[in-house]
């Protein structure tokens, strides 16, 4: 992670033309939301998306929530049915977070969904962020703007607490109104699900919908990385491989060249940006199992090789 200086810039519009132009160059800004500061970047490009990692210092991949100015860039993104047109028509712009299925062919960075193909999408409430997806003319991917493992941030100067020298710019317009993560519900199967509690109750969105929302342990899988549903190749899959066996597809990195490669050069940040993408090119390929070559546990390696451990050991 390289280090560089942070600007705290208070809401207007000479910092607002500065933090679009920073996002449209594929750096991340934090940003004020309803619910706490997020840390923004452009969700269609996927080396944007691996500097969240990266600055956050996540040590897993966990698909991201994208953020949009309405509805209808929502439905450019997402594919809704009647129970997703309700949620939004009652509850948009607002603290709910939809897990849809993805529309195919789109934009979006198969990091933003961890390669899933569900997503989670909202449209915000604050003014900050709303002007942000206008000035920018992108979806936004955010997570909560601080460092791995420490508080959500609602104000300016929790951001600069633990990310202070990792991103170039914090827009600042004072401490943010719920301090809650948003609320996420999945419609992605036949009963909605709640996947995190948050400041839209579930009896609430029950009543929208006019019909029962499973709660959170429901047969469900809750915790961030640890959902059964999170991205896995069929096919097998052997790590730290120094070269292709017989009947294997290897994805590279650095040294070790393969039909694929994370990063030819060892760019920690780009292997994070292509590894979704070099998975499902691999499951897709002729080959009957796949192996990828070592990637060190530094920066972002440390969330890479978490997740391909999941994939090594997601088998029956
Ligand atoms: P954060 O970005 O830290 O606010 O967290 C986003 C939350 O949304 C995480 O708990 C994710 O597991 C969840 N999430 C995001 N995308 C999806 C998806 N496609 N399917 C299920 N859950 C998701
Ligand atoms: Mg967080």
């Known amino acids: 992670m390289t280090l560089q200086s942070t600007r705290t810039l208070p809401y207007g ?13 594929g750096q991340c800004v934090a940003v004020p939301t309803e619910t706490v500061y997020g840390l923004a970047a452009d969700a269609t490009d996927s080396h944007a998306v691996a500097g969240i990692y990266a600055a956050k210092g996540r040590p897993s991949f966990n698909p991201l929530i994208v953020h949009v100015p309405d509805a209808d860039a929502a439905r450019r993104i997402a594919v809704f049915d009647a129970r997703a047109d309700r949620l939004a028509a009652a509850f948009w712009p607002g603290p709910l977070t939809l897990v849809l299925p993805l529309r195919p062919g789109g ?8 390669g899933l193909d569900s997503i989670a999408i909202r449209v915000p409430a604050h003014r900050a962020m709303q002007a942000l ?19 959500s941030p609602t104000r300016a100067a929790h951001v600069l607490a633990t990310l202070d020298g990792r991103i170039p710019l914090i827009l600042d317009d004072g ?4 301090g809650l993560e948003s609320t996420i519900i999945a419609l992605t199967g036949t009963q909605a699900r709640l996947l995190r509690p948050g400041p839209i109750a579930a009896a609430t969105l029950a009543a929208a919908l006019g019909e029962p929302v499973l709660a959170a342990g429901d047969g469900a899988v809750v915790a961030p990385g640890m959902m059964a549903s999170h991205y896995a190749p069929s096919k ?4 730290n491989a ?12 650095g040294a070790v060249a393969g039909q694929d490669t994370l990063s030819a050069t060892g760019d920690l940040i780009e292997a994070g940006a292509r590894l ?6 691999a499951d897709a390929s002729e080959a009957e199992s796949i192996a990828i070559a070592p990637v060190p546990m530094d920066g972002l390696g440390a969330a890479i090789n978490d ?3 999941r994939a090594a050991a997601d088998r029956d």
């Open 13 to 25: 519009e000479a910092a607002l033309a500065d933090a679009a132009a920073a996002i449209r160059a």
């Open 133 to 151: 997806l206008a000035a920018s003319g992108k979806p936004l991917a955010a997570p909560s703007a601080n460092a791995s493992g420490t508080i």
């Open 175 to 178: 401490p943010t109104r719920a």
């Open 236 to 239: 097998p899959l052997r790590l």
């Open 276 to 281: 979704f993408d070099s998975l499902h090119r």
């Open 242 to 253: 120094a070269d292709a066996r017989p009947g294997e597809w290897l994805i590279g990195f």
């Open 307 to 309: 997740r391909l451990a």
């Open 107 to 114: 934009e979006i960075a198969s990091l933003v969904t961890a």
